[in-house]
T-cell receptor
């Protein structure tokens, strides 16, 4: 069965600093990968997705992620964060062999300090 | 489009009570799912449906029932609430192997 590991449960950074949130998944077969963001007391919003094609994926709010098949990773990056990026971020994988259901990591809380 | 809607937003139950969490989508999506979110656990799949009349279990199905009589609606039933079911519940929908669209969630407390 697929699994997703988010290596950091909390990431504190200062405003305007770069950030990387790490995500590794277990399967070496073809998968689809997603990053979602959850602001406090809200639902989940799609940040970006990798389905096929270019391994560098750009999303909303200046975020991007790179799919690395050999390392089974899909790390999320932003070159300069804002206070408004404070939220919880979830990495998810969809296994076509399991009806495409999403398997989520446990989340990374990004805290941006002034 | 309203997207995915859920009712109620908040609910408090006593142990042993039953209730139904409502979920509806207006995007004509085939697939719908229910997840629960607990601190430090991410989102875990409870039940899902690949179309009207077809449902299946996810990772944590015990204590929950679902049915799918129409494309639009996918209610989640708690048969006999337990404190372990205190959680935030999210409904989601999608088109086959594509991104999921989430509802705003229902925060459930069982005392």
């Amino acid at each position: 069965a697929q699994s997703v590991t988010q290596l950091d449960s909390q990431v504190p950074v200062f405003e305007e600093a770069p950030v990387e949130l790490r995500c590794n998944y277990s399967s070496s077969v073809s998968v689809y990968l997603f990053w979602y963001v959850q602001y406090p007391n809200q639902g989940l919003q799609l940040l970006l997705k990798y389905l096929s094609g270019s391994t560098l994926v750009k999303g909303i709010n200046g975020f991007e992620a790179e799919f690395n098949k050999s390392q089974t990773s899909f790390h999320l990056r932003k070159p300069s964060v804002h206070i408004s990026d404070t939220a919880e971020y979830f990495c998810a994988v969809s296994d076509p062999g399991s009806q495409g259901n999403l398997i989520f990591g446990k989340g990374t809380k990004l805290s941006v300090k002034p | 489009n309203a997207g995915v809607t859920q009712t109620p937003k908040f609910q408090v139950l006593k142990t042993g009570q039953s209730m139904t969490l409502q979920c509806a989508q207006d995007m004509n999506h085939e697939y719908m799912s229910w997840y629960r979110q607990d601190p430090g656990m991410g989102l875990r799949l409870i039940h899902y449906s690949v179309g009207a009349g077809i449902t299946d279990q996810g990772e944590v199905p015990n204590g929950y029932n679902v049915s799918r009589s129409t494309t639009e609606d996918f209610p989640l039933r708690l048969l006999s609430a337990a404190p372990s079911q205190t959680s935030v519940y999210f409904c989601a929908s999608r088109l086959r192997i594509r991104e999921q669209y989430f509802g705003p969630g229902t925060r459930l407390t069982v005392t």
